[in-house]
């Protein structure tokens, strides 16, 4: 079974242009999550998809991030326009919903990492 | 501000010895994890506590809790320099009837042959 992918690996931009980061969960997982890393810091909560259905977006940092789940499969993160501020690691993560049968624990992607210069 | 916050930062120790790491958190929780992050890869799950467990064990790991302080540790036991990476907390304090974690920082273990 495939686990979570991300894509792309890693991403140079410049400020003001825009990224778009991609994640394929684990097929019949309901449960998508994102995550930034920055330099060494807490891996922060960004936002939770249930489905297709934004959960929890309370650690989206502003509007310049937009996250999308359409059908509720694979998701995206797009960055418009990117600052230096953004750069960092994004890991996306996938979990079984918890009604079932899911324990609780997180399928995490190798993360894609962003520099913004 | 994020919920988990690991103890050391960054830990060095030799082949055969024990590492212990330990986190704090703040709220109340309905579980804490372990996860452990190589170098350039994505996070892994070790083990799940649950709030009303005070130790659990999963081979040469050894995770307590305790509720009352706010506070787990991870032990491993006769580390390994494959052992060397990343460990992080994170805290699941059920959001809306959905898992939520909250990770920390993280502590850096290298374990030299």
């Known amino acids: 079974e495939a686990g979570v992918t991300q894509f792309p690996s890693h991403s140079v931009i410049e400020k003001g242009q825009t990224v778009t980061l991609r994640c394929d969960p684990i097929?019949?997982?309901?449960?998508l999550y994102w995550y930034r890393r920055v330099m060494g810091k807490e891996i922060k909560f960004l936002l939770h998809?249930?489905?297709?259905?934004?959960?929890?977006e309370s650690g989206m940092p502003n509007n310049r991030f937009l996250a999308e789940r359409t059908g509720g499969t694979y998701s995206t993160l797009k960055v418009q326009p990117a600052e230096l501020e953004d750069s960092g690691v994004y890991f996306c993560?996938?979990?079984?919903?918890?009604?079932?049968?899911?324990?609780?624990?997180?399928?995490f992607g190798e993360g894609s990492r962003l520099t913004v210069l | 501000s994020q919920q988990g916050e690991e103890d050391p930062q960054a830990l060095s120790i030799q082949e055969g010895e024990n590492a212990t790491m330990n986190c704090s958190y703040k709220?109340?929780?309905?579980?804490l994890q372990w996860y452990r992050q190589n170098s350039g890869r994505g996070l892994v799950h070790l083990i799940l506590?649950?709030?009303?467990?005070r130790e659990k064990h999963s081979g040469r790991l050894r995770v307590t809790l305790d509720t009352s302080k706010k506070s787990s540790s991870l032990l491993i036991t006769a580390s390994r320099a494959a052992d060397t990476a990343s460990y992080f907390c994170a805290t699941d304090a059920l959001s809306g009837g959905y898992n939520k974690l909250i990770f920390g920082a993280g502590t850096r273990l290298a374990v030299h042959p």
């Open positions: 709220t109340s929780i309905n579980n």
């Open positions: 506590i649950r709030s009303n467990e």
């Open positions: 998809f249930v489905k297709e259905s934004k959960q929890d």
């Open positions: 993560a996938s979990s079984q919903g918890l009604a079932k049968g899911g324990t609780g624990e997180l399928f």
């Open positions: 097929s019949g997982h309901d449960n």
